[in-house]
């Protein structure tokens, strides 16, 4: 009887296990195509005044922080309720990992198999393209490590 409980308890923790790293496995970013890959930002991060920055801070605290969090570590209010969890953007060397252009299509288009939607034009947040490469300054201002 007592083997049973075991073997019980060791296919739940496999069961459980298998869960969790499915949907780790799932969390496949995406590349952006090369059209977007090759753009750069017009308003670079360690150029951009007080204004651009304090901008993109309000939208990303608004529309992103909820998520994300308030430091880009990925923690956010709502993340636990996710399945797949967001990305610390804090973490060092994630920043500079990752081109401008990635992160503008992603912010644009949304991460597929993820929470994670699109804020460009026609979407439900409508950010135009300016704004976004506001927030993308904002998040390399602020998160780089």
């Known amino acids: 009887m ?45 150029e951009a005044d007080e204004a651009v920055l304090k901008e993109g801070n309000k939208m990303y605290t608004k529309k992103c922080a909820k998520c994300h969090g308030e430091t880009g570590d990925g923690k956010g209010s709502a993340a636990g309720e996710l399945t797949i969890k967001p990305s610390n953007m804090s973490a060092p060397g994630y920043m500079a990992s990752r081109k401008d252009g990635q992160l503008f299509w992603i912010a644009m288009n949304g991460s597929p198999n993820t929470d994670m939607k699109g804020f460009g034009p026609g979407s439900e947040q409508n950010f135009s ?11 390399r201002s602020a998160f780089t490590k």
């Open 2 to 46: 007592r083997a049973s409980k075991v073997l019980v308890a060791m296919l739940g923790a496999v069961a459980l296990f298998s869960v969790q790293t499915a949907s780790a496995a799932d969390r496949q970013i995406p590349t952006a195509p090369a059209d977007f890959l090759s753009k750069t930002s017009p308003i670079k991060a360690d």
């Open 129 to 139: 393209e300016e704004e976004i490469w506001k927030i993308i300054a904002y998040m």
